[in-house]
């Protein structure tokens, strides 16, 4: 009697370890876009390779060319027919499909046409610090290979060095040798020169209109409609062309630096907007600016893949349906383990 008490308790004390080991070994919890905190039971999962040639691409399901319509998946290894694979990973809402959910046999996205879509992984370092940290938010940052003429003839000189300011809203100065420089959205620039010219149209990027203010010392800047300010020192002067300068101060002329756009993909929440949506006209981070360098870049066909991984939660040494996959910042090797502030780019199965 004793003997079959005691087996039923060890049967009992198996099935339950059983269950712990894989409940341990189980797909994430976390949700889609969220980042991995110090007390998160998934940090130090190992993570393994993605499949070589992995994507970033869109399905084409409105007007020719990538727009608000379409949805934009993380393609997961070559396929033959460009067409979307199993377990691709979604990185926006389709229908009741969520942002982080896997394409399925049976979904009605799956074998659908998709063309590559050219694209970062960045984000907005609204800390101020020099590095990405724990509440920085994260985007899918895409582009155009044309994007440089979004400027005319102007567009590599031009796009160089802008930097977000606070607006002056102080009273009219009076002291000799300090101003402001008002341009025609009425932001106000303070300055320590004096200005010779009324403020002119120089250029446009992605629809808004850049302005110039002339100054004796400077040429002032501003992107109408942002805080996006630019200050550059002539070097020559050619009447109806593109002025080559270089920057004031402490302007920093990056020609990599890129503002959030319209249709780029939040992989955080920000300000009440949720993961998996993308950026729409008006929105409040709508053209600011990102930080450089990227964290992921997808040029085309090839992948930056030692920043991206995969956690192996069946043990059957490839990637399928149950693993989690991880944008593994800062620590960018694939082959590593899931570390604090790594983003989770698939959500709970």
Known sequence: MFAQGAKSWRRIFLLASIILMLSIASSSEYPFASKVFPENSDIGRPLFSLPARTTVAFWDIGTPGYDESDPVYLHIGPSDGGTTNANDLRLTILGNLSAGSKVTFQDLDMNKPIEQLPSTIC???????????????????????????????????????????????????????????????????????????????????????????????????????????????????????????????????????LFIRTNDIRLSSMEGLNAGTKVTNFDVDQNKLVAWPALAIFPGPAMDTTKMGFFDANGNGAYDYEDDVYLNVPVGVSEGVVTVNNVRLSGPI
């Open 123 to 257: 984000f907005l370092n609204i800390n101020g610090s020099s590095a990405y940290d724990l509440h920085d938010p994260v985007y899918l940052h895409h582009f155009n290979y044309d994007d440089n003429s979004e400027l005319d003839d102007c567009a590599p000189d031009m796009i160089a060095g802008f930097s977000e300011r606070l607006p002056y809203r102080g009273r009219e100065v009076s002291s000799h040798g300090l101003s402001y420089a008002l341009f025609t959205d009425n932001y106000k620039l303070f300055i320590s020169d004096n200005l010779i010219d009324k403020p002119k149209k120089v250029g446009e990027w992605r629809g808004l209109c850049i302005e110039m203010i002339r100054g004796l010392k400077a040429d002032y800047y501003h992107i109408l409609g942002t805080w996006l300010i630019k200050i550059q020192t002539p070097k020559i002067v050619a009447k109806g062309s593109c002025w080559a300068s270089e920057p004031a101060g402490s302007m920093e002329d990056d020609p990599k630096s």
